[in-house]
């Protein structure tokens, strides 16, 4: 299965998938033959002919007259998780030491909760996935 050129389409980023389309996905027509409704660089959503099989609303399309346009994963563009609990990990290392050494001169008494860090992970990770980053 070749993978293609992107296209943004109503703020939607494809990339062209060379194989067999499935009735609701779009396509776009890269190799036309001569005597179609359909020229190169349309972009259709394929329907359910009357046999059942996907097909463009101007008619049937061999497969390599298409590509098919599948929208690109959110995951691909969005901050890598390993990376997020990277950072968080590195963090709360920092803040154990830092509570060991209060700790230790007396200024302060820490017990953590589980359910506490969970919630503070949690709540690290939602702000840091919408760019608001670690604090």
Request: aromatic letters at 6%; a negative charge.
């Amino acid at each position: 299965m070749a993978k293609g050129k992107t296209h943004v389409i109503d703020g939607v980023e494809y990339v062209e998938v060379e194989r067999e389309a499935k009735v609701g996905e779009k396509v776009i027509i890269v190799d036309a033959w001569d005597y179609e409704d359909y020229k190169n660089g349309e972009i259709y959503e394929m329907i359910e002919d009357e046999d059942g099989d996907a097909s463009t609303p101007k008619g049937w399309a061999s497969s390599s007259e298409y590509r098919v346009l599948e929208p690109v994963e959110q995951a691909e563009s969005s901050p890598d998780v390993y990376d997020l609990l990277a950072n968080l990990a590195a963090r709360v290392s920092e803040l154990e030491k830092r509570v060991d050494e209060a700790e230790k001169r007396g200024k302060v008494t820490v017990e953590l909760d589980a359910k506490l860090v969970s919630r503070l992970v949690a709540g690290a990770l939602e702000r840091e996935s919408r760019g608001g980053g670690l604090r």
